[in-house]
Nanobody
Framework: QVQLVESGGGLVQAGGSQRLSCAASGRTFSRYAMGWFRQAPGKEREFVAAISWSGGSTYYADSVKGRFTISRDNAKNTVYLQMKSLKPSDTAVYYC???????????????WGQGTQVTVSS
């Protein structure tokens, strides 16, 4: 069982930066691939970024490639999402997820956090 708690959301101006963190419980964090997804009002949840258990492989949605960076610190049981050049279209609830294999779909991940709101003002 893995419990995930996101933090770092809030209000930011367009063009600004923000870093999300996801703290995981449990001693097996390093065995899990991690991902970030987001859901905007009235839209379905969508993939943002994912990272393998070792951190050696990363994956990004085309909409965030070059602007967002996913990373992890297995010693701290934490995964991060560094976001820059934010756009109003990035406004959403951002969710952290953990799974046994890395992937880009929601079904790949077994555990989910409660989400953190990111609002980008124009």
């Amino acid at each position: 069982q893995v419990q995930l708690v996101e933090s770092g959301g809030g209000l930011v101006q367009a063009g600004g930066s923000q870093r999300l963190s996801c703290a995981a419980s449990g001693r097996t964090f390093s065995r899990y691939a991690m991902g970030w997804f987001r859901q905007a009002p009235g839209k379905e949840r969508e993939f943002v970024a994912a990272i393998s258990w070792s951190g050696g492989s990363t994956y990004y949605a085309d909409s965030v490639k070059g602007r967002f960076t996913i990373s992890r610190d297995n010693a701290k049981n934490t995964v991060y999402l560094q976001m820059k050049s934010l756009k109003p279209s990035d406004t959403a609830v951002y969710y952290c997820a953990a799974g046994r294999v890395v992937g880009t779909t929601s079904s790949t991940f077994d555990y989910w956090g409660q989400g953190t709101q990111v609002t980008v003002s124009s």
